[in-house]
């Protein structure tokens, strides 16, 4: 691929963040990540669109970000709206201030979008992927569950309307939840998954900042049925500043670590394979399309 440096601004139902990176072959190299916390979710999920306060304040922020990323020398910067954009009545008016604000593309992704991006963006970072993958990717609003080959990318997504955030702001309130709440989120999960049944794949990953939680937590290289299910008693345990503290995480991710924990266990249990934990994302999945629209466009 052509030596260029792009930018990716995620705009999530917890956070911004900001991935300025190149290429190395088939794999993206980070050169730079930012990420700021703004919980557009919440909003989302209590109003049912974005409040005018929340949009330019997340304006302001992929300004800024925006402007890092020029000085670092990126080619092109993008915008991508991931679950807060699909679920508020006001996503695409969000998203077309994101754009004029900032002054580069913005798009809201679809669930099979934001699907096809996770996966190609974990398996690129895979040294030797084996010939069929199937990827978990939780994030705050949604999850997607992806199963693909190396031969004709990811082929089957499924999306599931339900993320960690959601899931929190549902039943898991209380710090800690009473066991009557997290038997109703397990319960809620459960049927959110009914009707998700993937083709066997050879791996199994998760992605994204639950995932990595996760690992620091169950100090694991996969996220199995047992570890997951440690994972969950043990979350529902503690205070969330004792999770933040005990396992070096920021505050934001605490709060909805328990929520993540079961949808991963859920999407775990359907997929039938242990989650490794994925290096790459759908940050990286979008890097990569950038990377190789500038190589075509170049020649």
Known sequence: MRRVRVAIIDVGANTLRLLVAGPSGQQVVSVREEREALRLGEEVERYGYITSPKCVQAAEIARAQTRRAHRLGCERVEIVVTSPGRQSANGDEFAELLSQTAGVPARVLSAEEEGELAWDGAV??????????????????????????????????RSVDLGSMRLTERFLTGDPP???????????AAEAFSAIVPPMA?????????ARALRKLTGGGVLDGQSLESAIERLASLQRAKIAKRFGLAPQRAATLLAGSILFAEAQRRIGLPLGVASGGVREGCALALFRESATAYG
């Open 178 to 188: 009473a066991a009557e709440a997290l038997e109703s989120a397990r319960a809620e």
């Open 124 to 157: 690129a970072a895979l040294e030797e992927p084996p010939a069929s993958v199937a990827v978990c990717d939780i994030g705050g609003g949604s999850t997607q569950v992806v199963v693909g080959t190396l031969e004709s990318g990811p082929a089957w997504v």
């Open 202 to 210: 050879l791996l199994g990953l998760g992605t994204g900042g639950t």
